[in-house]
């Protein structure tokens, strides 16, 4: 079970930043996926995720209209658009591979996780 997570970096309030998460086939094929992001001090927290068709999607408030999760099958990739960053989205990202098909809000609903890539933003 591989899920691999890149993509962060430092970036000024209002950049952009796109994350990428690689995962094999037996992991994410037939699965949603999703990703979480954990500040310093805090709990780790729902971002985003899609369905394993890529038809459906569903975003924190925080970040809706502002992020857009996508997935490439063929590619068996996920990633996150992240746009008008703000220092609030500072934080560890990770991505992660549901049990089922649907996509969901839910961190118990996720099995496997990638390593997390650190996402900065200066004010």
């Known amino acids: 079970v591989q899920l691999q997570a890149s993509g962060g970096g430092l970036v000024q309030t209002g950049g952009s930043l796109r994350l990428s998460c690689s995962c094999s086939r037996r992991t994410c094929s037939n699965n949603a996926m999703g990703w979480f992001r954990q500040a310093p001090g805090k709990e780790r927290a729902f971002v985003s995720a899609?369905?394993?068709?890529?038809?459906?999607?569903r975003y924190s408030e925080s970040v809706k209209g502002r992020f857009t999760i996508s997935r490439d099958s063929a590619k068996n990739t996920v990633y996150l658009q992240m746009s008008s960053l703000k220092p609030d989205d500072t934080a560890v990202y990770y991505c992660?591979?549901?049990?089922?098909?649907?996509?969901?809000?839910?961190?118990?609903?996720?099995?496997?996780w990638g390593q997390g890539t650190l996402v900065t933003v200066s004010s």
């Open positions: 899609i369905s394993w068709r890529g038809t459906g999607t």
């Open positions: 992660a591979s549901a049990r089922g098909p649907t996509a969901v809000e839910v961190i118990s609903e996720y099995m496997y």
